[in-house]
């Protein structure tokens, strides 16, 4: 007994590494299919663009690289589908450098498959640096602080951008968000400034710090992670990546809560132990 | 093999290269790593070309804009830094940019979170039903706890340390769930990168 | 001169934006505006900066004959090629530099990223030990969130998910609420020590 709890205690990380391996790709395989709920935040989301005037034009904030893929990429996605469902016209900017290319895939698939065309139903404005100073100078002038979109084409031509000026010609702020800059900014930068409705999907590790922000109003939705895009996929009827693997989150959290119990237990124990044979 | 295939197999073999890590370092995890390094890089670069350079300063320029030279001028005096005689010209620049992020972050955080924040835990403590007073009262007596701990210019002692060890619970609290989702995000992240490989590269998965 | 016209700079800079927020005048906004155009411009060529750094510290280390000297070669290679590619033949969907970047970039950033996750186990494992009531009571959160929000929590008890966020919206809103307040209290007394000149270390040593 007392062997075997030392071995816990002193166990090689990459036996844990190869456990996390299984507890992730078994369910991919083996799919358990638990159902679920939508929580508040999430329907918060879905409802405030879905009060949205059919044809209105919207920002959408794609502030996010690869390194998030997994848990925005649907968000961004299922965010597409409900905005061009309703016929909404979509304005991307990213102000991550990574982010453009990836958001771009996404515009053109869904374009694909809602029969949407660039430049008149969605444009990709692409990428600026400056963090905070973008978002204060979109409020002053969107055109200005892009003066073309992705491909080079200069906003003037661009019929989706005839008569954007800035914040008030928008119905509402659509941000997906990995962290710095990211739904913060949008909500002390613009939100706080503009008044104007800002949701915000974003990774699970930032989720927690904007629950403060949801409960004042300033956020008016809000998903959370990869539950969070699951959530939200189900509302907009999309089978994506989020509810995929929903069962491989499952377990993996049962994985590592196991490894949290067991860890503590043979700690414990032992020290119980050897404390009694020191006695 | 098309462009398309020879893509997948050919990010599918860096991921395993990064991957090789959990076993331990090793020249294919050094190799991918320096060709990341070396894109990322060399993307920046470009993508700031043809999204700011370009349509912000050059054509505006050439287009007889003559007052992009200031900006172009403030840029070219941060590469002051690699002469140590002339270095001193690139603190022009970084002291226009840090006043005009410490303005814009003291106006977005006094806005944004300082008042907006105080003002949303302005709640009501009776008057509605059971369950949301006693939500309102948790939330209103864990954030005058919380910042009771906060508040080190006085020691913590006698009923004062009390309070404040009440907001220590609600701060281990917060950290716990941030934990929580922490977990939640990381396993997220490797869900994304083998529902990759098994199924953009191998096409294993189940349909 | 040499610090006294930076911190001249800073201050006038940082007093102008903050003005900028409550003064509704036209002309000051048009000013405004125009300076946060050229802050965008100045911070690309901080981003270019960046990179030539980058550059030279390699380059140094391949004089040098470091024991890394190839790894830092295919760095330089992979770094001129993406940016020669970009810069000449653009950067839209269905060009070169757009398949490098999504079978090379994306699928290692992620990776990379990914990797996380195995650590976050092993660090769970080994050093999440409740030796205390407060390590208990994150501990105890920190489960009951990790359980509550995912499909399997409902599965072990319908109100688990209605728990975990009852978690978020009332004892852990307490919580972050008050790091929000503090952080911001926090910002502004750094953004005003920048702004008057107070604190200086933006600008490096004489």
């Not at chain 1, 951008?161 to 119905?171: C, P, R, S």
């Not at chain 2, 003559?66 to 002339?86: E, K, Q, T």
Request: charged share 15%; aromatic share 14%.
């Amino acid at each position: 007994m007392k062997k075997l709890l030392e071995f816990i205690n002193n166990l090689d990380r990459r036996w844990i590494f190869l456990f996390i391996g299984l507890a992730v790709s078994l369910p991919l395989f083996f799919p358990l299919g638990i159902d679920f709920t939508v929580s508040h935040p999430v329907q918060g989301f879905y409802d405030t663009i879905e009060k949205v005037p059919n044809g209105s034009k919207i920002l959408m904030s794609c502030d996010y690289d690869p390194g998030s893929l997994p848990e925005l990429y649907p968000m961004t996605v299922a965010a597409l589908e409900q905005m061009f469902r309703k016929d909404l016209k979509v304005i991307v900017t990213c102000l991550w450098p990574a982010g453009p290319p990836v958001v771009e895939r996404a515009l053109n698939h869904m374009a694909f498959e809602y029969k949407k065309e660039k430049g008149i139903d969605f444009v990709n404005l692409g990428f600026k640096e400056g963090r905070e100073v973008v978002m204060v100078s979109m409020g002053a002038s969107i055109p200005n602080t892009f003066p073309t979109d992705y491909n080079g084409t200069p906003v003037t031509q661009i019929q989706i951008m005839q008569g954007v000026t800035n914040f008030k010609d928008l119905a509402m702020i659509v941000n997906i968000s990995a962290g710095y800059p990211g739904t913060k900014e949008w909500v002390q930068q613009v939100q706080a400034r503009y008044n104007i409705d800002l949701v915000s999907g974003c990774t699970a590790v930032s989720a927690p710090e904007f629950y403060p922000y949801y409960q004042t109003g300033q956020l008016k939705g809000l998903l959370g992670g990869m539950k969070g895009a699951a959530e939200y996929e189900k509302l907009v009827g999309v089978m994506g990546l989020g509810t995929r693997g929903m069962d491989a989150q499952s377990v993996s959290h049962l994985t590592v809560f196991f490894f949290i119990l067991i860890g503590n237990l043979a700690y414990f124990v032992l020290r119980a132990l050897k404390g009694k044979e020191v006695k | 093999m098309t462009a398309e295939a020879l893509g997948v197999w050919l990010g599918a073999g860096f991921t395993l290269c990064i991957l090789s890590f959990l076993y331990k370092d090793n020249p294919f995890y050094k190799f991918a790593e320096h060709v990341f390094v070396g894109i990322s890089a060399g993307y920046g670069v470009a993508l700031q070309f043809h999204n700011v350079f370009l349509p912000n300063l050059w054509r505006p320029l050439i287009a007889g804009n003559l007052v992009m030279i200031v900006p172009l001028i403030l840029g070219m005096f941060l590469f002051a830094r690699f002469s140590a005689r002339v270095s001193w010209l690139s603190r022009w620049s970084i002291g226009l940019l840090i006043g005009i992020y410490s303005g814009i972050a003291i106006i977005g955080f006094g806005s944004g979170d300082l008042v907006a924040q105080i003002h949303g835990n302005l709640l009501p403590l009776w008057g509605s039903d059971y369950l949301t007073s006693f939500n309102n009262w948790i939330l209103c007596l864990g954030l005058i706890a919380c910042l009771v701990y906060f508040f080190f210019s006085r020691e913590h002692k006698g009923s004062f340390g009390f309070v404040a060890r009440v907001g220590i619970y609600f701060l281990m609290i917060s950290f716990g769930a941030s934990f929580g989702y922490t977990v939640m995000s990381r396993m997220s992240l490797l869900i994304g990168r083998f529902y990759y490989l098994y199924g953009d590269w191998l096409h294993i998965l189940p349909q | 001169m040499r610090k006294e016209v930076p911190l001249i700079i800073t201050f006038l800079a940082g007093a102008f934006f903050i003005a900028d927020y409550f003064v509704p005048h036209t002309g000051f906004s048009h000013i405004a505006e125009t300076i946060n155009g050229w802050t965008i411009i100045v911070i690309t060529f901080a981003y270019v900066l960046g990179v030539a750094n980058v550059t030279r510290v390699n380059l140094d280390y391949i004089q040098r004959k470091g024991k890394d000297t190839p790894y830092k070669i295919i760095l330089l290679i992979c770094l001129l090629f993406m940016m020669t590619v970009g810069i000449v033949w653009g950067i839209a969907e269905g060009t070169i530099f757009d398949w490098f970047f999504i079978n090379i970039y994306v699928p290692m950033q992620s990776m990379m990223f990914a990797l996380l996750a195995f650590y976050i186990a092993s660090a769970a494992f080994r050093a999440f030990r409740i030796r205390s009531t407060q390590a208990a009571l994150l501990a105890i959160t920190a489960v009951l969130v990790m359980i509550g929000r995912v499909p399997i929590g409902e599965a072990i008890w319908k109100d688990f998910s209605n728990f975990a966020e009852w978690i978020m919206n009332v004892p852990q809103l307490a919580g972050k609420r008050a790091i929000l307040i503090g952080a911001a209290l926090g910002a502004i007394s750094t953004g005003l020590k920048v702004i008057v000149g107070l604190e200086r270390t933006h600008l490096g040593a004489d």
